[in-house]
């Protein structure tokens, strides 16, 4: 069965870092109070770049990596919450930064299982022939829907995009078998109210409760449907939404052998885009190796969820 191979990654963040001792300067929390209930220490904030800008600059990185010629990409598609354009999608205009002539573009939004989501879409389409290289982003810049009056959400949200390269591969697949859907009955706990000034909301209990217990069968039935056991997982990359519920998951998995991105301590919630920004870094530092098989795992507003088993460029 032909199938797809993520070939290589690619990360950027702005450059502004914003510190839980500065957010305590602005609503009242603290550096303490924020790293016990959510790991997170410091986020990084776009000032003047827009996801668009974001989304590119990953990539380029991508792209420049896998080695292929822009014209090569047949398709991009950008997962996003937080862009305020609706057209021309982010993903033609990426396209237009990279010289990307004439690929298939268009935008996924399904919150930060988005990624996730992307990914299964782009492999879909490159096993049925529809596209043979794919340029597959998660970009947020959730500095735009941060309520910064806000304690309860305000320390979890940043900016920031991955993407990777995924290409056609007549052998068989690097990118397993997604394991995807909704809960449409929860989907007051994570939204974006007010309209066309949208704002982060969440109930943050309800989601935390949900997030360590619903999905631990759904990360097991994507290994199943990979053919491994979760022991047999070099690296686990699940949405980076909070310190504790990163964790959780990867002890009621059973991951052992497997290194876990931790990226949620440096650049809190980046929603899309901490799947395949957390991926990028773990391979990038060498500690998930090539070959390794890696859980990719998204969830959030929806509630969503989306994962998938790839094997490490
Ligand atoms: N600093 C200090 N105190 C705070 C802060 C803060 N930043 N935020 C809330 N508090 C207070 C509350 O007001 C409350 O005070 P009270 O007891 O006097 O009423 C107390 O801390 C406890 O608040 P909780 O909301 O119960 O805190 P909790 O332990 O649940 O932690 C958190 C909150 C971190 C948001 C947690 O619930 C969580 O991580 N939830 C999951 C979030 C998530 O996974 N989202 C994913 C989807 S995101 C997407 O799709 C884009």
């Known amino acids: 069965m032909p199938g797809s191979r993520i070939t290589a990654l690619g990360h950027h963040q702005p450059g502004k870092v914003l510190t839980n001792d500065d957010l305590a300067g602005l609503v009242d929390t603290s550096d303490e109070w924020i790293r016990q209930r959510t790991g997170i220490v410091t986020r990084r904030i776009a000032e003047t770049e827009s996801v668009t800008d974001l989304a590119a600059a990953a990539a380029g990185k991508a792209l420049a990596s896998s080695g292929l010629a822009p014209d090569e990409i047949d398709m991009v598609v950008v997962a996003t919450c937080s862009a305020m354009d609706r057209c021309p999608s982010i993903a033609t205009q990426v396209a237009g930064r990279l010289g990307v002539p004439s690929a298939v573009g268009f935008d996924v939004n399904n919150g930060c299982a988005g990624f996730c989501t992307a990914l299964a879409t782009a492999d879909h389409a490159l096993r049925a022939g529809a596209a ?64 066309w000034q949208p704002r982060f909301r969440q109930e943050g209990q309800t989601v935390f409760r949900w997030a360590t217990t619903a999905l631990v069968p759904i990360a097991e039935e994507a290994c199943r449907r990979a053919g491994i056991t979760p022991a047999e997982l070099g690296a686990v990359v699940t949405h980076q939404a909070n310190l504790r519920i990163v964790e959780a998951i990867t002890r009621r998995l059973g991951a052992d052998r497997a290194v876990v991105a931790r990226d949620v301590v440096d650049s809190g919630n980046t929603s899309a885009a901490s799947v395949p920004l957390a991926l990028a870094k773990l391979v990038e530092r060498g500690e998930a190796p090539s070959g390794a098989p890696a859980l990719l795992l998204g969830f959030g507003g929806g509630l969503s969820w989306a994962g998938q088993v790839v094997t490490c460029p």
């Open 132 to 195: 043979r290289h794919a340029l597959v982003i998660g970009a947020e810049k959730m500095s735009d829907v941060t309520d910064w009056t806000d304690r309860s959400t305000c320390v979890l949200l940043g900016d920031g995009a991955g993407a990777a390269v995924l290409s056609h591969d007549p052998t068989g697949g690097g990118v397993g078998p997604v394991v995807w859907g909704s809960d449409p009955t929860r989907g007051h706990a994570v939204r974006l109210d007010d309209g």
